[in-house]
Structures are given as C-alpha cells and as structure tokens.
C-alpha cells in the first residue's frame, strides 16, 4: 500500500464494478495502480495491442486481468478508458463499439480533445456515455513500467463533456479522477485545446525545437552540451524526452490552436530579440519582471513539483 491511501482514502464499495483501461502506458498503468489500491473498481482489466507490453502488464500486477483484445477487455465494462495516442483513439472506439454495453461510460486521457471528440461520437452506440478527460499529469517515461498510483495526487483533470452529455456519467467520471485525488475542472473541448495550446502543446514543441538545435550547433559537440547543461537546458530535455508518437499526434489534431500560439510566440520572440539587438534593457526587464510574477503564481498553486513528489496533502 502506498501513501496514496494517506490523500485519497481506499473506498468501502468500489465506484465500477468494471474498469475497462485499453493502452499501457505511464497514464494507463498508473490509473490501474490507483484503482486497485483505492477500490475505484471491483475488477480492472487492462489491454494493450503488443504482446511484449501486456506480458510485462501481467508481470507487474497491474490489473486483476489482462486481456489479449481491446475488445474483450471493453466486454461488460461499466467505465472504459482509452490510454492510447490521440490519433488511435477513433480506431479504437470503432474496434470496441461492439462490445460496450447500454449504460457504460467510455473515457480517454488524450490532450487533444475537439479532434477525440469528432473522432469517438460517431462509433458510441445507443446508451453508452462518453466523458472526454485528460489528467495534466506526467512524467518524460512511458511503458507500464513508469506508472505509479500516486501520479494525479493534486494535479488537474480536465472533463470536456461534450454538447448534451449524460450528467450522471460526467458526475461518475469526476468521482473516479477524485478518487484518485486529481483535482477536477470542467471545460468545452474547444476551450480545453486552447488553454493546453499555450501551457503544454508549445512548450513541447520549444522543447524539442532547442534540443535539435543543439545537436545540430557544429561548433558544440555533443558531449559539451550534456556536460554543460544548466537547469533550464536539462528541464527543456526532460519534456523533450517524452513519448514521440504521442506527441506528433498532438500536434496533427490540435494544429489550429498550436500555430496560433506559435504565431503569438513569435511575435513576442521577434520583440525580445530587437530589444536584444539594439540594447533595449526596458524593455527586456519589463518582460522579465511580468513573466517572473507569473510564475511565481504557477509555484503558489502547487504545481511546480515533479509529479513523485506530489505527496502532500492539499
């Protein structure tokens, strides 16, 4: 038992009698870890599409049963949650259509959501609910080796219900990422892919746009840049660490809100850098001085600390 229990205590009845997680990764293995110590769900099933990952699945205990389809671990589900790149996530829904039964709420963890949502609706049956989540949480590993219970401990989950959504199943979904002591917002997913546009798309993609222009500065080898590396350069190759494929898919589906905070980003950056050229201190301490307030204010809300060292109390 982990010191999860200490922040979000075990239930006495389960929330689920199923809990369907389809994908095993760090987002899937965790929520498996968190369901089964907190009693979110009587059985968890998990699945995943390599043989070599649901072996593994089976070797750590994540669930109570491993299944070899997506489709038999949909099977009878009360709560099914697709952990795949946002890309997959139409694909699999179609895959498991069949097999959802009336009543069962279908969920997600992708950071895209507009483009989930037009992706999903048109494969949901009759009766079954979909309550689009994405947890902001994370850490640069991946596999079901990465995951651990208390990974949403006090960081956000974002609902985006769409238009007409069933209130009990939003009401379900809640309680089980409550469950799991994340702190729970509701918002449109139109709004959601904006929001993380700015706070999460482009700092990736920063990220991975300065390491690759490190690696291809001739004049710094390579060995030079990780020996010298600052904080700020080594916090930029963490996120730059994170999963490829999950990633390019972020930036396929949620295009439109990427390159419009790509372009504000590159107003602002074409200002600094003429402030920079022509010595303009005013305006570089006027910068820095706004920027330093915000993220003060980003520490103050307690979401500045690596997700394994989130086990405090809110």
């Not at 994540?62 to 099977?75: D, K, N, P, S």
């Not at 500065?217 to 996120?239: H, M, N, P, W, Y």
């Amino acid at each position: 038992m982990s010191e999860l229990v200490d922040f979000a205590p075990r239930r006495s009845e389960p929330l689920f009698g199923r809990l369907a997680i389809i994908g095993i990764g760090l987002i899937g293995s965790s929520i498996a870890l968190a369901a089964k110590e907190l009693n979110l769900a009587a059985h968890v099933v998990l699945a995943d599409r390599e043989p070599a990952v649901r072996a593994r699945a089976r070797e750590l205990g994540l669930g109570h049963a491993i299944a070899e389809t997506a489709t038999e671990a949909a099977r009878g589900a009360d709560h099914v949650i697709l952990c795949v790149p946002v890309g997959a996530c139409g694909a699999v829904a179609a895959e498991i259509a069949g097999s959802l039964k009336p009543g069962a709420i279908l969920s997600d963890v992708g950071s895209v959501k507009s483009a989930v949502v037009e992706a999903v609706l048109p494969h949901l049956p009759d009766g079954v609910h979909f309550v689009p989540a994405h947890p902001v949480a994370g850490t640069e590993n991946s596999g079901p080796d990465a995951g651990f219970p208390s990974l949403f401990l006090n960081r956000w989950c974002i609902l985006t219900p769409p238009d007409g959504a069933d209130e009990t199943a939003v009401a379900r979904t809640r309680q089980l990422w409550e469950g799991m002591a994340a702190i729970v917002e509701i918002m449109t997913p139109q709004h959601h892919d904006l929001v993380l546009g700015i706070t999460s798309h482009l700092p990736h993609l920063i990220a991975y746009t300065i390491v690759g222009t490190a690696e291809d500065l001739a004049a710094v080898t390579q060995s030079e840049v990780i020996k010298f590396s600052a904080g700020g350069f080594r916090d930029f190759t963490r996120i730059a660490a994170s999963d490829p494929t999950m990633w390019r898919d972020v930036f396929l589906h949620n295009k439109e809100a990427v390159l419009e905070m790509l372009g504000r980003f590159s107003e602002d950056l074409s200002l600094l850098t003429r402030a920079i050229r022509y010595g303009d201190g005013e305006t570089l301490h006027r910068h820095f001085t706004r920027t330093r307030a915000i993220r003060r204010g980003i520490v103050a809300l307690g979401q500045e600390k690596p997700e394994t060292e989130k086990l405090r109390k809110p």
